[in-house]
Nanobody, 121 residues
Framework: QESLVESGGGLVQPGGSLTLSCAVRGSTFSIYNADWYRQARDNERELVAEISTYGETTYADSVKGRFTISRNDARNLVYLQMNDLKPEDTARYYC???????????????WGQGTQVTVSS
């Protein structure tokens, strides 16, 4: 069955950049909406960025102007470009998508296992 796999996390210095990728693994799946969440230790999971099926985007106030969410529907990929990273961005980042599977277009929501981003000098 379908699953999500995030990649691209790692250790970066403040002011640096990273690009996270979210890949849908499986067949016959079309992404409707996609989101990136993050969760730091002792914090609740928070919505970072969202992109609709029409390409409309929404960002958390803390990342506006620094992060960009995008999608490649032909390859079932979702990206999060992160610029000017700050220590406060340190968290585990999770991809979430909703979409449809098969000829019956069965609605489905998927969560990835997350990728760690650490911003430190």
């Amino acid at each position: 069955q379908e699953s999500l796999v995030e990649s691209g996390g790692g250790l970066v210095q403040p002011g640096g950049s990273l690009t996270l990728s979210c890949a849908v693994r499986g067949s016959t799946f079309s992404i409707y909406n996609a989101d990136w969440y993050r969760q730091a230790r002792d914090n609740e999971r928070e919505l970072v960025a969202e992109i609709s099926t029409y390409g409309e985007t929404t960002y958390a106030d803390s990342v506006k102007g620094r992060f960009t969410i995008s999608r490649n529907d032909a390859r079932n990929l979702v990206y999060l470009q992160m610029n000017d990273l700050k220590p406060e961005d340190t968290a585990r980042y999770y991809c979430h998508v909703s979409g449809a599977r098969g000829r019956l277009a069965m609605l489905l929501e998927l969560w990835g296992q997350g990728t760690q981003v650490t911003v430190s000098s």
